[in-house]
């Protein structure tokens, strides 16, 4: 059963930056799209960033463009984001999703399974 375990979240001010990890188990992770979901309480569940199962293709929302990278490392098992001019709104509970057929999720009915989500706080 695949397992998505995320790391790296906590606070930081305004302006900087923070790496999030997902770490995959389970599977066969080549087999798989991953992506970033977040959530902040009283609010649905938002579409963060994705990556393809090779790396080549990559999708952001377009609040986090320019700012937010994606990257996998295959033989780590693991999917990184990196996110920099970090704001207030970026604060939510970031959450690492396993694409259900193979391609980047980037809408919840995409996701096959889901991390236990951590939190990131950006104070200002």
């Known amino acids: 059963q695949v397992q998505l375990v995320e790391s790296g979240g906590g606070l930081v001010q305004a302006g900087g930056s923070l790496r999030l990890s997902c770490a995959f188990s389970?599977?066969?992770?080549?087999?798989?799209?991953v992506g970033w979901f977040r959530q902040v309480p009283g609010k649905d569940r938002e579409f963060v960033a994705s990556?393809?199962?090779?790396?080549?293709?990559?999708s952001f929302a377009d609040s986090v463009k320019g700012r937010f990278t994606i990257s996998r490392d295959n033989a780590k098992n693991t999917v990184y984001l990196q996110m920099g001019s970090l704001k207030p709104d970026d604060t939510a509970v970031y959450y690492c999703?396993?694409?259900?057929?193979?391609?980047?999720?980037?809408?919840?009915?995409?996701?096959?399974?889901w991390g236990q989500g951590t939190q990131v706080t950006v104070s200002s």
């Open positions: 389970g599977g066969t992770f080549i087999r798989y799209g």
């Open positions: 990556i393809s199962r090779t790396g080549d293709y990559t």
């Open positions: 999703a396993r694409g259900r057929f193979g391609g980047a999720p980037t809408r919840e009915v995409d996701v096959g399974s």
